[in-house]
T-cell receptor
Framework: EAGVAQSPRYKIIEKRQSVAFWCNPI?????LYWYQQILGQGPKLLIQ????????DSQLPKDRFSAERLKGVDSTLKIQPAKLEDSAVYLC?????????????FGQGTRLTVV | GQSLEQPSEVTAVEGAIVQINCTYQ??????LSWYQQHDGGAPTFLSY????GLEETGRFSSFLSRSDSYGYLLLQELQMKDSASYFC??????????FGAGTRLFVKA
């Protein structure tokens, strides 16, 4: 079974530039998550989709971050404009369902450096 | 709101047993998960507890007490490769999964 695919793996941009990350979840997984992980910290949930609807985006800085899940499959996360504090690993995960004992499978992440 | 607390670091010797605790506060609760993350890697799922009690999976066990809002991960027969960060994660209201800050486990020879 193919895992969660993310691209790019690494990205370096200057502050105030924009950047987009892409995620392809495991086939059939209804729930998709975007997490931000700053070095030395746990993953912080940015947004959770159930199919193509948003379940939670309470911690998404909506003035600069946006995310969409096209047709309930692939997802993109965009930052515009980027700030220095956005430097982190952005992890995409998917699970069969948001409820119960369904484990979340994580992609390898995109390491973003804002300079 | 939701919050989780776990120790920042634990050190143990190879072959020993170590317990990593997690206490949580959440509005709504469905279950507690544990994930392992090696440096530079992605978190990988270890276990999930929805009901009180102990779940055993090989060398790893996980325990939950819903009344105490508390759980732990027990690692037995520690190996060097177990050196990693371990995160507890709560599935709370809205089926939102929130992670703790992580416990860094150092296994010494």
């Amino acid at each position: 079974e193919a895992g969660v695919a993310q691209s790019p793996r690494y990205k370096i941009i200057e502050k105030r530039q924009s950047v987009a990350f892409w995620c392809n979840p495991i086939s059939g997984h209804a729930t998709l998550y975007w997490y931000q992980q700053i070095l030395g910290q746990g993953p912080k949930l940015l947004i959770q989709f159930q199919n193509n609807g948003v379940v939670d985006d309470s911690q998404l800085p909506k003035d600069r971050f946006s995310a969409e899940r096209l047709k309930g499959v692939d997802s993109t996360l965009k930052i515009q404009p980027a700030k220095l504090e956005d430097s982190a690993v952005y992890l995409c995960a998917s699970s069969l369902s948001g409820a119960g004992a369904n484990e979340a499978f994580f992609g390898q992440g995109t390491r973003l450096t804002v300079v | 709101g939701q919050s989780l607390e776990q120790p920042s670091e634990v050190t143990a010797v190879e072959g020993a047993i170590v317990q990593i605790n997690c206490t949580y506060q959440t509005s709504g609760f469905y279950g507690l998960s544990w994930y392992q993350q090696h440096d530079g890697g992605a978190p990988t799922f270890l276990s999930y507890n929805a009901l009180d009690g102990l779940e055993e999976t090989g060398r790893f066990s996980s325990f939950l007490s819903r009344s105490d809002s508390y759980g732990y991960l027990l690692l037995q027969e520690l190996q060097m490769k177990d050196s990693a960060s371990y995160f507890c994660a709560v599935e709370g209201g809205g089926f939102k999964t929130i992670f703790g800050a992580g416990t860094r486990l150092f296994v010494k020879a």
